[in-house]
């Protein structure tokens, strides 16, 4: 092959010991680009959302269903958003396990709760929504992103 022709090899592959498609090709065999697997399976990490309605009675009223609004046995949420919506007059405060504990929102217009920094929900843990001097109807939704114990460590990562 001429000193710095590098095209004469694929030009005339059969003149003077060039290399073949096929010499390529067995280089790159079993060596073929793959999509990458997902780190973290979706059965074990993937978003959930649930929607309700505090249920009122002169205008206040609690929101508390612990087999729904909060992560079972082996998982953890972490909590993204909540969108609450449907009063004109009141205030909607959205507590982390009981309704004397942590207030982790609370609205006196309709709105969404966004946060910056993880809220993450151990198991049986759960989200409870208040409800006082309400006009009109409380409606809520709650998306999280729910992962099994076991990837928890990956999915912090």
Same mark, same amino acid.
């Given at each position: #092959?001429?000193?710095? *022709?590098?095209?004469?090899?694929? #030009?005339?592959? $059969? *003149?003077?010991?060039? =290399?073949?498609?096929? !010499?390529?090709? !067995?280089?790159? $065999? ?5 999509? /990458? ?6 059965? !074990? ?9 505090? /249920? ?21 949420? $972490? ?9 004109? !007059? ?34 049986? $843990? ?11 109807? =409380?409606? #809520? =939704?709650?998306?999280?992103?729910? =992962?099994?114990?076991?990837?928890? /460590?990956?999915?912090?990562?």
């Amino acid at each position: #092959m001429p000193a710095g *022709e590098r095209t004469y090899a694929t #030009m005339a592959p $059969d *003149e003077g010991g060039g =290399v073949t498609l096929e !010499a390529i090709a !067995a280089l790159f $065999d079993g060596h073929q680009r793959k999509p /990458p697997k997902p780190r973290i399976p979706f059965p !074990a990490c993937h978003p959930i959302w649930l929607s309700g309605q505090i /249920p009122l009675s002169g205008g206040a009223g609690t929101l508390q269903q612990g087999n729904l609004y909060g992560p079972e046995g082996s998982y953890w949420w $972490d909590l993204r958003t909540v969108s609450l919506w449907g009063w004109t !007059a009141g205030t909607v405060t959205v507590y982390l396990n009981n309704t004397t504990g942590e207030q982790i929102a609370q609205a006196t217009t309709p709105g969404q709760f966004t946060w910056g920094a993880q809220i993450l929900l151990g198991p049986q $843990d759960n989200v409870i929504f208040g409800a006082t001097g309400i006009t009109g109807s =409380v409606n #809520m =939704v709650l998306r999280a992103i729910e =992962v099994e114990t076991a990837w928890l /460590p990956e999915y912090l990562m």
